[in-house]
């Protein structure tokens, strides 16, 4: 199976702090830190869980979170621009996408910036469009930030900055090839829900992403798997691919996210973030073919799952 077709970018966790050793004395520059990290905490920032701000390595996340505050959750397009695939508007409290995110961040507002190498903090700017709309002509569908503008990378980008505390990342050693196995109840398992969709799907299951987190909060680990089969007489294309969880709550059952509508899509689960501040993180899938691809953002609706918009284009 050809690896172009599947885009992998990794993604890090923050690292603890060290504080230097043999320092008996503190400097004015350390003490003007600590009474900075302390007016942090006194504006009523939140702590990512589990970590102090103390100790914590990287920009500052203080902050109001959701649903005291809208949110927007930003996918880069390359080093072009920030698409929105999802968002929370307080005023009428409801989850939307798109268009309807690109007014809910201001201009010149703080923003939180993530990649697999770095995190930082950057301001939102004007609308911008993106690489894939290359000559769309009317409002565009996108906001620039001076860093992506100057051409750095990066994966996502929250609005506020304090919405990156409650983003779920999923390590590419998920989609890795080293992780594709998985076992032999789980692929027959796979086998035999995919044949519930499509009859005809009764070649092998091949593996693209498992991956393991508690997106619901119900402290128990949720089970997702990105499977396709390729299609014997033409192998540039599935008889199926789509993205499975299966819930901690419902060991016994194999829920659809999404399935391929080209016969050519293979999905990756990228992050979780919880967009409204209900405990249930939203799924942030990527979608990618040999031509090209695009990202959506899912809620659960039920004991399924609904799109919040569009795909993203390139889609």
């Not at 092998?204 to 798997?225: C, M, P, R, T």
């Amino acid at each position: 199976m050809s690896t172009r077709r599947l885009v992998a970018v990794t993604c890090t966790v923050f690292a603890l702090g060290l504080s230097p050793q043999g320092c008996k004395k503190k400097s004015k520059k350390t003490e003007d830190k600590a009474e900075q990290k302390a007016e942090a905490k006194d504006e009523g920032g939140e702590r990512p869980e589990g970590k102090s701000l103390d100790t914590l390595e990287g920009p500052d996340l203080s902050g109001p979170v959701p649903p005291e505050t809208s949110a927007v959750f930003y996918v880069v397009d390359g080093s072009s621009a920030l698409q929105p695939v999802g968002c929370f508007v307080k005023d009428g409290n409801k989850l939307a996408a798109g268009d309807d995110c690109l007014k809910v961040g201001k201009d010149g507002d703080p923003i939180y910036l993530k990649s697999a190498t770095s995190a930082e903090l950057d301001t939102l700017g004007k609308g911008k469009h993106p690489l894939c709309d290359v000559g769309a002509t009317g409002s565009p569908s996108a906001l620039s930030a001076p860093k992506v503008d100057a051409g750095q990378n990066f994966d996502f980008a929250t609005w506020p900055k304090s919405l990156g505390n409650k983003v779920l990342e999923i390590s590419a050693d998920t989609w890795s090839e080293d992780a594709h196995e998985v076992s032999d109840s789980d692929r027959e398992a796979l086998a035999a829900a995919i044949k519930g969709i499509n009859a005809k799907a009764t070649e092998k299951v091949e593996i693209h992403q498992a991956a393991k987190l508690d997106f619901d909060g119900d402290g128990k680990d949720d089970e997702f798997f990105s499977a396709f089969i390729v299609d014997p007489r033409d192998t540039d294309k599935f008889l199926f691919s789509g993205l499975f969880v299966r819930r901690g709550s419902a060991p016994d059952k194999l829920a659809l996210v999404e399935k391929d509508k080209t016969k050519q899509e293979t999905f990756t689960l990228r992050a979780a973030p919880d967009l409204n501040g209900d405990g249930v993180h939203e799924l942030w899938v990527n979608a990618a073919f040999n031509e090209g691809g695009g990202d959506r953002m899912y809620r659960v609706d039920g004991d399924g799952f609904k799109a919040l918009g569009k795909w993203t284009c390139g889609m």
